[in-house]
Protein backbone atom coordinates (compact mmCIF):
# COMPACT_ATOMS: atom_id res chain seq x y z
CA UNK A 1 0.00 0.00 0.00
CA UNK A 2 2.89 2.12 -0.38
CA UNK A 3 2.96 3.43 3.92
CA UNK A 4 6.05 4.84 4.87
CA UNK A 5 5.42 5.64 8.21
CA UNK A 6 2.17 5.02 10.42
CA UNK A 7 1.32 6.37 13.54
CA UNK A 8 -1.66 5.66 16.21
CA UNK A 9 -4.23 8.13 17.57
CA UNK A 10 -3.80 6.71 20.96
CA UNK A 11 -1.32 5.12 22.67
CA UNK A 12 -1.39 1.75 22.30
CA UNK A 13 -1.33 -1.05 24.63
CA UNK A 14 2.17 -2.79 24.96
CA UNK A 15 3.83 -0.61 22.33
CA UNK A 16 7.49 0.16 22.31
CA UNK A 17 7.73 4.25 22.94
CA UNK A 18 7.51 6.10 19.48
CA UNK A 19 10.55 7.91 18.58
CA UNK A 20 10.79 11.74 18.49
CA UNK A 21 12.16 12.64 15.54
CA UNK A 22 9.37 10.58 13.71
CA UNK A 23 7.03 13.03 14.94
CA UNK A 24 8.39 16.10 13.69
CA UNK A 25 7.37 17.34 10.45
CA UNK A 26 9.29 16.65 7.26
CA UNK A 27 11.53 19.74 5.96
CA UNK A 28 10.13 21.25 3.13
CA UNK A 29 12.15 20.69 -0.26
CA UNK A 30 13.80 23.77 -2.03
CA UNK A 31 14.32 23.79 -5.08
CA UNK A 32 17.91 24.52 -6.71
CA UNK A 33 18.04 27.54 -8.71
CA UNK A 34 18.67 26.28 -12.55
CA UNK A 35 21.15 28.37 -14.60
CA UNK A 36 19.42 30.00 -17.28
CA UNK A 37 20.91 28.64 -20.72
CA UNK A 38 22.47 30.97 -22.51
CA UNK A 39 20.73 31.59 -26.33
CA UNK A 40 22.95 31.22 -28.87
CA UNK A 41 22.63 33.80 -31.74
CA UNK A 42 22.24 32.44 -34.67
CA UNK A 43 24.61 34.13 -37.23
CA UNK A 44 22.09 35.34 -40.32
CA UNK A 45 23.31 34.23 -43.91
CA UNK A 46 22.94 36.12 -46.26
CA UNK A 47 20.98 34.70 -49.48
CA UNK A 48 22.32 34.50 -52.69
CA UNK A 49 20.73 34.77 -55.67
CA UNK A 50 21.81 31.87 -58.09
CA UNK A 51 23.56 33.32 -60.84
CA UNK A 52 21.41 33.88 -64.07
CA UNK A 53 22.13 31.03 -66.80
CA UNK A 54 23.54 32.74 -70.33
CA UNK A 55 20.90 31.86 -73.26
CA UNK A 56 22.62 30.12 -75.72
CA UNK A 57 21.11 30.38 -79.07
CA UNK A 58 21.87 27.30 -81.13
CA UNK A 59 21.67 28.40 -84.98
CA UNK A 60 18.92 26.57 -86.57
CA UNK A 61 18.69 25.54 -89.93
CA UNK A 62 16.54 28.08 -92.20
CA UNK A 63 13.51 27.23 -93.68
CA UNK A 64 14.34 27.45 -96.76
CA UNK A 65 17.29 25.47 -96.48
CA UNK A 66 14.92 22.50 -94.78
CA UNK A 67 12.95 22.02 -98.08
CA UNK A 68 15.86 22.56 -100.12
CA UNK A 69 17.53 19.78 -98.56
CA UNK A 70 21.13 21.86 -98.30
CA UNK A 71 23.21 20.87 -94.94
CA UNK A 72 24.42 23.03 -92.56
CA UNK A 73 27.70 24.84 -93.19
CA UNK A 74 28.85 22.68 -89.73
CA UNK A 75 28.32 19.81 -91.58
CA UNK A 76 29.73 20.95 -94.97
CA UNK A 77 33.11 18.41 -95.69
CA UNK A 78 36.45 20.32 -95.05
CA UNK A 79 38.04 22.09 -98.07
CA UNK A 80 41.46 19.83 -99.13
CA UNK A 81 43.81 22.07 -100.23
CA UNK A 82 45.43 21.28 -103.85
CA UNK A 83 49.08 20.86 -103.66
CA UNK A 84 50.44 22.57 -107.16
CA UNK A 85 51.73 20.05 -109.70
CA UNK A 86 55.49 20.10 -110.30
CA UNK A 87 56.11 21.41 -113.61
CA UNK A 88 57.91 19.11 -115.89
CA UNK A 89 62.05 20.00 -116.55
CA UNK A 90 62.82 21.11 -119.84
CA UNK A 91 66.03 20.27 -121.54
CA UNK A 92 67.63 18.56 -124.95
CA UNK A 93 70.47 16.01 -124.67
CA UNK A 94 72.67 14.25 -127.95
CA UNK A 95 74.18 11.21 -127.37
CA UNK A 96 77.72 11.37 -129.12
CA UNK A 97 79.87 7.92 -129.39
CA UNK A 98 84.42 9.22 -129.45
CA UNK A 99 86.81 5.67 -128.92
CA UNK A 100 85.41 4.07 -126.23
CA UNK A 101 83.51 5.97 -124.81
CA UNK A 102 80.03 7.25 -124.74
CA UNK A 103 78.81 10.77 -124.46
CA UNK A 104 75.40 12.76 -123.21
CA UNK A 105 76.18 16.18 -123.76
CA UNK A 106 73.97 19.22 -123.09
CA UNK A 107 73.08 21.18 -125.96
CA UNK A 108 73.08 24.84 -125.07
CA UNK A 109 70.57 25.80 -127.63
CA UNK A 110 68.89 22.61 -127.41
CA UNK A 111 69.23 22.33 -131.08
CA UNK A 112 71.23 19.68 -132.87
CA UNK A 113 75.15 20.96 -132.87
CA UNK A 114 76.49 22.68 -136.05
CA UNK A 115 80.10 22.31 -136.84
CA UNK A 116 81.21 26.08 -136.30
CA UNK A 117 79.03 25.97 -132.70
CA UNK A 118 81.24 27.27 -130.08
CA UNK A 119 79.94 24.98 -127.29
CA UNK A 120 81.06 22.20 -130.53
CA UNK A 121 84.24 23.25 -130.85
CA UNK A 122 84.72 22.99 -127.04
CA UNK A 123 83.99 19.57 -127.54
CA UNK A 124 86.25 18.52 -129.54
CA UNK A 125 88.86 20.40 -127.63
CA UNK A 126 87.88 18.18 -124.85
CA UNK A 127 88.18 15.05 -126.80
CA UNK A 128 91.31 15.94 -128.60
CA UNK A 129 93.09 16.28 -124.80
CA UNK A 130 91.40 13.49 -123.44
CA UNK A 131 92.98 11.38 -126.37
CA UNK A 132 89.53 10.30 -127.72
CA UNK A 133 88.85 10.73 -131.38
CA UNK A 134 87.72 14.26 -132.28
CA UNK A 135 84.96 13.64 -134.24
CA UNK A 136 82.26 12.05 -132.36
CA UNK A 137 79.40 9.85 -134.27
CA UNK A 138 76.16 11.24 -133.27
CA UNK A 139 74.32 8.50 -132.02
CA UNK A 140 70.59 9.10 -132.65
CA UNK A 141 67.95 11.99 -132.36
CA UNK A 142 68.48 14.33 -129.53
CA UNK A 143 66.46 13.41 -126.29
CA UNK A 144 64.19 16.44 -125.81
CA UNK A 145 61.92 16.61 -122.60
CA UNK A 146 58.83 16.97 -122.23
CA UNK A 147 58.16 14.51 -124.74
CA UNK A 148 54.73 15.84 -125.04
CA UNK A 149 52.91 19.36 -125.08
CA UNK A 150 49.39 18.36 -123.70
CA UNK A 151 48.63 15.36 -122.22
CA UNK A 152 47.94 13.40 -119.02
CA UNK A 153 50.99 11.58 -119.04
CA UNK A 154 53.48 12.28 -116.26
CA UNK A 155 56.39 14.26 -117.12
CA UNK A 156 57.82 15.44 -113.86
CA UNK A 157 61.64 14.66 -112.66
CA UNK A 158 61.02 11.13 -112.37
CA UNK A 159 59.31 10.45 -115.32
CA UNK A 160 62.76 12.36 -117.03
CA UNK A 161 65.02 10.29 -114.65
CA UNK A 162 63.46 6.86 -115.65
CA UNK A 163 63.24 7.80 -119.28
CA UNK A 164 67.32 9.08 -119.83
CA UNK A 165 68.47 6.13 -117.83
CA UNK A 166 65.91 3.36 -119.86
CA UNK A 167 67.18 5.42 -123.11
CA UNK A 168 71.27 5.06 -122.11
CA UNK A 169 70.58 1.49 -121.15
CA UNK A 170 69.30 0.50 -124.66
CA UNK A 171 71.94 2.28 -126.48
CA UNK A 172 75.07 0.77 -123.94
CA UNK A 173 73.63 -2.92 -124.86
CA UNK A 174 74.06 -2.39 -128.26
CA UNK A 175 77.75 -1.15 -127.93
CA UNK A 176 79.58 -0.81 -124.30
CA UNK A 177 81.18 1.75 -123.48
CA UNK A 178 84.72 1.96 -120.82
CA UNK A 179 83.19 4.98 -119.49
CA UNK A 180 79.97 7.61 -119.35
CA UNK A 181 80.44 10.95 -120.05
CA UNK A 182 77.70 13.15 -118.68
CA UNK A 183 78.43 16.91 -120.02
CA UNK A 184 75.70 19.60 -118.29
CA UNK A 185 73.41 19.35 -115.20
CA UNK A 186 70.12 18.04 -116.87
CA UNK A 187 72.71 15.01 -118.20
CA UNK A 188 74.06 14.47 -114.62
CA UNK A 189 70.39 14.65 -112.68
CA UNK A 190 68.67 12.55 -114.93
CA UNK A 191 70.98 10.51 -115.63
CA UNK A 192 73.44 10.61 -112.61
CA UNK A 193 71.07 11.30 -110.11
CA UNK A 194 73.06 13.63 -108.85
CA UNK A 195 73.43 17.93 -108.77
CA UNK A 196 75.91 20.21 -109.56
CA UNK A 197 78.39 19.25 -106.55
CA UNK A 198 79.26 16.00 -107.96
CA UNK A 199 81.11 17.99 -111.14
CA UNK A 200 84.56 16.67 -111.51
CA UNK A 201 84.37 13.43 -109.90
CA UNK A 202 83.28 9.97 -110.62
CA UNK A 203 79.73 8.86 -110.17
CA UNK A 204 78.53 4.50 -110.30
CA UNK A 205 75.20 4.28 -111.97
CA UNK A 206 73.12 1.27 -111.38
CA UNK A 207 72.91 -0.48 -114.33
CA UNK A 208 75.02 1.93 -116.64
CA UNK A 209 78.20 1.54 -114.83
CA UNK A 210 81.15 4.23 -114.38
CA UNK A 211 80.21 7.93 -115.65
CA UNK A 212 82.20 11.52 -115.33
CA UNK A 213 80.17 14.52 -114.26
CA UNK A 214 81.34 17.82 -116.79
CA UNK A 215 80.15 20.65 -116.09
CA UNK A 216 78.19 22.21 -119.48
CA UNK A 217 79.72 23.43 -122.21
CA UNK A 218 78.33 26.67 -122.29
CA UNK A 219 79.37 27.03 -118.69
CA UNK A 220 82.73 26.71 -119.18
CA UNK A 221 82.54 29.27 -121.69
CA UNK A 222 81.25 31.23 -119.48
CA UNK A 223 83.23 30.38 -117.18
CA UNK A 224 86.81 29.57 -118.08
CA UNK A 225 88.38 28.98 -114.79
CA UNK A 226 86.48 25.80 -114.07
CA UNK A 227 88.65 24.08 -117.06
CA UNK A 228 91.64 23.50 -114.88
CA UNK A 229 89.54 21.11 -112.91
CA UNK A 230 88.11 19.18 -115.64
CA UNK A 231 91.09 18.59 -116.82
CA UNK A 232 93.00 17.93 -113.50
CA UNK A 233 89.69 15.07 -113.29
CA UNK A 234 90.51 14.08 -117.28
CA UNK A 235 93.92 12.82 -116.44
CA UNK A 236 92.73 10.92 -113.39
CA UNK A 237 90.17 9.40 -115.23
CA UNK A 238 92.07 8.93 -118.82
CA UNK A 239 93.33 5.46 -118.03
CA UNK A 240 89.65 4.04 -118.00
CA UNK A 241 89.04 4.69 -121.78
CA UNK A 242 92.76 4.35 -123.02
CA UNK A 243 93.29 1.62 -125.53
CA UNK A 244 95.36 -1.53 -124.11
CA UNK A 245 98.17 -0.95 -126.10
CA UNK A 246 98.51 2.62 -125.95
Do not use: H
Not at 6 to 31: D, I
Not at 112 to 138: V, W
Not at 175 to 184: D, E, K, S, T
Not at 193 to 212: K, T, V, Y
Amino acid sequence: MQVVNWLPRTELPFAAPSRPELLEPPEALVEAPVAPVPVVETPVVPTVKPAERVKVEVPRPSLASTRTGAKPAAEEAPVVARVAPVPPPRFALQLLRAGRCLLLVELPTGESFQARDPAYLLLKDMLRAAGLPDSPQIIGEPVRWPLLVRGTMDQGPEAARDFVQGFLSVRMEEVPCACLWLIGLPAVRFAGEADSDAFNRELQIEGLGSAWAVPGLELLMEEPQRKAAVWQAMRRLMARWKEPNE
